[in-house]
């Protein structure tokens, strides 16, 4: 027989605010406890030296999980100069040192436009991309070093916030996939020297800010009733989507799997509503055909931000 659970089926998304010198994973399972949910999951990780806007999923939002790891990404970050370690942040042991050149504002940001747009990038050896089943970061610690193929991302901006003789302060915008710390090594590579992450704070996921997000210390504060109203909704990252309305009919067909026709210029992925309802989302087709590619279940709790 199943084991029955004991927690609550929660749906909803929460901005937290994580702190430093603990895992996402961790991060996530104390705010898990915290609201007893049944299921939650995170949206990309970040390292235990990080800190900032880590948006965590419970119930039917983890529906979207997987979507919303293709945001794009917006991060503060000190890169201290002259200064290399294994892991490519301070939390490593330093395998390289090298003189700091004199620096101006203009020789920053010549070399700063060498990584802007798309580029190719060697993600470091400790992350948690497999080899042969094994992460990355796991044989790293074994003292293997795996070659990497470089994968293509892209950095839509870098603006440089301040600098002296051993220290840049950046605010980075970036597609998925990208590495901070191999952006800083290579930066530091272009400058003529080495360098590490000192600092790494993520501003911006997506949809959402950091001003938007908690702490841990402040959600333990709130009562039981404040903190569910800082969940979000679970369409709220969709809402680049286009919408359909079905009438009561047509939206039991599709929650059941079946496929409706509607009257409706648009073609591709749509949010489907009913009676102001999130229901899933849905493929519109050019003759009319809609067809269900994702059904949430979200039981009375039903959102009207279309």
């Known amino acids: 027989m199943a084991k029955r659970k004991s927690g609550l089926d929660l749906n909803g998304i929460l901005l937290l605010d994580k702190a430093t010198g603990v895992s996402s994973n ?8 915290l ?5 939650a999951g995170h949206t990309g990780s970040l390292d235990p030296l990080a800190t900032g806007l880590l948006p965590l999923c419970f119930g039917e939002a983890t529906k979207v999980s997987g979507m919303m790891l293709d945001d794009d990404k917006r991060y503060l970050v000190s890169i201290r100069l002259g200064t290399m370690t294994d892991t490519g942040d301070l939390e ?3 395998i390289n040192e090298m003189a700091v050149p004199v620096l101006s504002q ?5 070399a700063i436009t060498q990584f802007l747009g798309p580029i190719d990038q060697v993600p470091p050896m400790y992350s948690a991309l497999k080899h042969q089943g094994k992460k990355l970061y796991e044989l790293a610690r074994q003292g293997q070093i795996i070659e990497r193929p470089a994968r293509p991302v892209t ?10 003789a051993g220290t840049l302060e950046l605010d980075v915008s970036c597609s998925k996939g990208t590495y901070i710390r191999s952006l800083a090594e290579d930066l530091s590579h272009a400058l003529g020297t080495c360098g590490t992450v000192s600092r790494l704070r993520r501003t911006e996921a997506g949809c959402f800010t950091l001003a938007e997000a908690i702490t841990l210390d402040d959600l333990l504060t709130l009562s039981e009733a404040a903190r569910f109203e800082r969940l979000l909704p679970v369409d709220l990252p969709l809402q680049h989507l286009p919408v359909i309305t079905l009438e009561q009919p047509e939206a039991q067909a599709i929650q059941q799997g079946q496929t409706v026709s509607v009257k409706s210029a648009l073609i591709g992925s749509v949010r489907i509503y009913a009676n102001q309802c999130f229901l899933g989302l849905g493929e519109l087709s050019i003759n009319g055909k809609l067809a269900p590619k994702r059904i949430f279940n979200l039981g009375e709790h039903c959102y009207s931000d279309c």
Not at 26 to 33: D, I, P, S, T, W
Not at 106 to 110: D, G, M, Q, W
């Open 26 to 33: 961790h991060a996530l399972q104390q705010v898990r406890r």
């Open 35 to 39: 609201f007893n949910a049944n299921k």
């Open 92 to 94: 490593g042991q330093v």
């Open 106 to 110: 203009t020789l920053i940001e010549s």
């Open 155 to 164: 950095i839509h901006a870098i603006q440089l916030l301040g600098f002296d």
